[in-house]
T-cell receptor, first 115, second 116 residues
Framework: KAGVTQTPRYLIKTRGQQVTLSCSPISGHRSVSWYQQTPGQGLQFLFEYFSETQRNKGNFPGRFSGRQFSNSRSEMNVSTLELGDSALYLC??????????????FGNGTRLTVT | DQQVKQNSPSLSVQEGRISILNCDYTNSMFDYFLWYKKYPAEGPTFLISISSIKDKNEDGRFTVFLNKSAKHLSLHIVPSQPGDSAVYFCAASGVGLFVGNEKLTFGTGTRLTIIP
């Protein structure tokens, strides 16, 4: 079974630009979550999508948005980039069964650098 | 507010000895705890989990202990091997907190180095 695929692996953008990151979950998984990893902050939850609907949301500004398509693939968008947005962005998928205790499966991430 | 804390940023252990990684949490609504392992340039990989109804869970060389009254959990690796060198993240979830359990609250990680 193929794992979670994130594209691109690396991205360099300038302040003020916007960026779109892509995530393809494991086949059959309906839940896709996004996390931001920065040094010293661990992994911070951004949002989670299940069946094309945002089900949970973290404490990030509205510049961070996402969506999920009918094939469960997800995209994350960051508008008006700031230097502090430089981070590793991780996507994770799971079956999304409510109340189920299934571990998340992570992709290898997209390393975003904002200059 | 850091609800899941890993107070040791790094830990070095001799090969063959026991590695003990610690994690504390503050939210009593958490009822499911996980450990993830992360190598550089890769995503975190699930290692082991424990439900709050248990106080111990074993999987091969890995054992997780949960002390609910102290809001503390630990990961024991015995014996430690060079391939265990990685960053270990503790994470917590509360089924009653959110729809589903896909929102995990992570600690900041502990870098484990196994010395040959």
């Amino acid at each position: 079974k193929a794992g979670v695929t994130q594209t691109p692996r690396y991205l360099i953008k300038t302040r003020g630009q916007q960026v779109t990151l892509s995530c393809s979950p494991i086949s059959g998984h309906r839940s896709v979550s996004w996390y931001q990893q920065t040094p010293g902050q661990g992994l911070q939850f951004l949002f989670e999508y299940f069946s094309e609907t945002q089900r949970n949301k973290g404490n990030f500004p509205g510049r961070f948005s996402g969506r999920q398509f009918s094939n469960s693939r997800s995209e994350m968008n960051v508008s008006t980039l700031e230097l502090g947005d430089s981070a590793l962005y991780l996507c994770a998928s799971s079956s999304g069964r409510t109340g189920g205790l299934t571990p998340l499966h992570f992709g290898n991430g997209t390393r975003l650098t904002v200059t | 507010d850091q609800q899941v804390k890993q107070n040791s940023p790094s830990l070095s252990v001799q090969e063959g000895r026991i590695s003990i990684l610690n994690c504390d949490y503050t939210n009593s609504m958490f009822d499911y705890f996980l450990w993830y392992k992360k190598y550089p340039a890769e995503g975190p990989t699930f290692l082991i989990s424990i439900s709050s109804i248990k106080d111990k869970n074993e999987d091969g060389r890995f054992t997780v202990f949960l002390n609910k009254s102290a809001k503390h959990l630990s990961l024991h690796i015995v014996p430690s091997q060079p391939g265990d060198s990685a960053v270990y993240f503790c994470a917590a979830s509360g089924v009653g907190l959110f729809v589903g359990n896909e929102k995990l609250t992570f600690g900041t990680g502990t870098r484990l180095t196994i010395i040959p």
